[in-house]
T-cell receptor, first 112, second 113 residues
Framework: RKEVEQDPGPFNVPEGATVAFNCTYS??????FFWYRQDCRKEPKLLMS???SGNEDGRFTAQLNRASQYISLLIRDSKLSDSATYLC?????????????FGTGTRLKVLA | DAGITQSPRHKVTETGTPVTLRCHQT?????MYWYRQDPGHGLRLIHY???????DKGEVSDGYSVSRSKTEDFLLTLESATSSQTSVYFC????????????FGPGTRLTVT
């Protein structure tokens, strides 16, 4: 079982739609959680951190469910510019140093 | 944007030659990482560093070595490049402050022929 699993998609949605991605992780000791966005042939960029209480940044809402070990990202009112791959990331500090475990990403295409 | 640069940005090299990629940061972050990204595999950790001269292996470290003699520089060396090392290489930094976010450099596209 992969440490971080995501549906690869693609999710094809019309402009203005609401779309949600989920991500599951296997290490119950993971402490920090993130969503990154990656455009084609570019570096990943931090979209938002994910907190147990949930957090919102404009049209984006992230949720963490520690009991079920999943993270979600909700995008409302999708824009063409939201088309990208979204990476789920969890941290692993069990070896005493800090590492980040990446999912393979979910590809989103927003259609005009 | 975090101050992270990578050099070179593109490189074509022949099988069997040594190659060194450089990552430079201006953020004074303690942790630095090297990843490779390939279709179907996502980002995989090669090596990482948790301080000057403190490094450790990641999940795909075979054929790679690293060095960190200064806080700002982290070098990745392919000792004898193979075609399987054709990939996009990303450097990243983080620090144990705030949310422990990780920031990435622009990447190096390496082709081994």
């Amino acid at each position: 079982r992969k440490e971080v699993e995501q549906d690869p998609g693609p999710f094809n949605v019309p402009e203005g739609a609401t779309v949600a991605f989920n991500c599951t992780y296997s290490n119950s000791a993971s402490q920090s959680f993130f969503w990154y966005r990656q455009d084609c042939r570019k570096e990943p960029k931090l979209l938002m951190s994910v907190y147990s209480s949930g957090n919102e940044d404009g049209r984006f809402t992230a949720q963490l469910n520690r009991a079920s070990q999943y993270i979600s990202l909700l995008i409302r009112d999708s824009k063409l510019s939201d088309s990208a791959t979204y990476l789920c990331v969890v941290t692993d500090a069990t070896s005493g140093t800090y590492k980040y475990i990446f999912g393979t990403g979910t590809r989103l295409k927003v259609l005009a | 944007d975090a101050g992270i640069t990578q050099s070179p940005r593109h490189k074509v090299t022949e099988t069997g030659t040594p190659v060194t990629l450089r990552c430079h940061q201006t953020e004074n972050h303690r942790y630095m990482y090297w990843y490779r990204q390939d279709p179907g595999h996502g980002l995989r950790l090669i090596h990482y560093s948790y301080g000057v001269k403190d490094t450790d292996k990641g999940e795909v470290s075979d054929g790679y070595s690293v060095s960190r003699s200064k806080t700002e520089d982290f070098l990745l060396t392919l000792e004898s490049a193979t075609s399987s090392q054709t990939s996009v290489y990303f450097c990243a930094i983080s620090d144990l402050r705030g949310d422990y976010e990780q920031y990435f450099g622009p990447g190096t596209r390496l082709t081994v022929t």
